[in-house]
C-alpha cells in the first residue's frame, strides 16, 4: 500500500540490455493517471476548461518531460558521466515532482468531497490544531502565502507521529524535499485557478476545501502510519 500512495503511476515498458555494465537494466516510463471523475465534476468550485488544461496540457508535460530527463540519466549512467547526472538533477526534481505533485492532487479532489474530516484523521487535526477550522485556516494561510508557484501541503511527519503544515516552491515534492509524508496538497501556480480566479488566489483556495477528498486524506495517514 504505502508503495502505491507515495510513488507515482508507471508502467513496465521495456527492458534494454546494456552491454557496457553487462546486465539487464530496467526501463521504467511513466504515464499519465487518469482521473476517475469528468473535467467538469469539480464545477463551480474548480471549473472544466482548467481542469482539462491541467490535466492533459500540464501535468502530462511533466510526464514527458520525466521520461525525457531519465532517459538521458540512464545515458549518463551508463557511461559513468557524474557531471552530466548532476546537471539532470534540477529537471528531475522539477518534473519528477510535477509527476508526483499532480498524481496526488486529483486523488486529493472529488465531486462527492467537501464536508469534515472524519475518524483517525479528525482525530489527528483536533489534536495537532485544535479544530478543523484551525487547519483550514493555519493551511489556507500558508498556501495563500506562497511567493510565486508552488504548493500548500498538510504532510505527516513520521518522526513525531504529528501532522504538519508546510509550503513548497516550484514542483519541489514534499517528500523528496523536507521529509514529511504528502497527506494533501493544493497547487498554487496560477494554471490551478488563474482561468477562474484570476489574480484571486485566496478566492480559489477557499473555494477547494468544498471538493476535498477526506477519505483519500485518511488513506494516505493510514498508509503513513504502517
Ligand atoms: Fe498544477
Known amino acids: 500500500n504505502l508503495f502505491v500512495y507515495q510513488t507515482v503511476s508507471t508502467c513496465w515498458c521495456a527492458a534494454t540490455v546494456t552491454p557496457v555494465l553487462g546486465m539487464v537494466a530496467a526501463r521504467w516510463k511513466h504515464s499519465l493517471p487518469d482521473l476517475t471523475y469528468d473535467y467538469g465534476a ?21 510526464v514527458n518531460n520525466l521520461n ?54 479528525a482525530a489527528a487535526i483536533n489534536r495537532d490544531f485544535g479544530s478543523f477550522q484551525a487547519l483550514k485556516d493555519k493551511m489556507s494561510a500558508a498556501t495563500v502565502a506562497v511567493q510565486g508557484s508552488g504548493w500548500g501541503w498538510l504532510g505527516f511527519d513520521k518522526e513525531s507521529g504529528k501532522l ?56 494516505r495517514l493510514q498508509a503513513a502510519k504502517k
Open 42 to 62: 469539480l464545477e463551480p468550485h474548480i471549473n472544466a476548461e482548467i481542469m482539462q488544461l491541467h490535466h492533459s496540457k500540464h501535468h502530462a508535460t511533466y
Open 68 to 121: 525525457v530527463t531519465e532517459e538521458k540519466y540512464q545515458e549518463a549512467l551508463a557511461k559513468g558521466d557524474v557531471t552530466a547526472q548532476v546537471s539532470l538533477q534540477p529537471a528531475l526534481r522539477f518534473n519528477g515532482g510535477g509527476h508526483i505533485n499532480h498524481t496526488i492532487f486529483w486523488t486529493n479532489l472529488s465531486p462527492n468531497g467537501g464536508g469534515e474530516p472524519q475518524g483517525e484523521l
Open 164 to 219: 504538519r503544515i508546510t509550503a513548497c516552491p516550484n514542483q519541489d515534492p514534499l517528500q523528496g524535499t523536507t521529509g514529511l509524508v504528502p497527506l494533501l496538497g493544493i497547487d498554487v501556480w496560477e494554471h490551478a485557478y488563474y482561468l477562474q480566479y484570476k489574480n484571486v488566489r485566496p478566492d480559489y483556495v477557499k473555494a477547494i476545501w468544498n471538493v476535498i477528498n477526506w477519505e483519500n486524506v485518511s488513506e
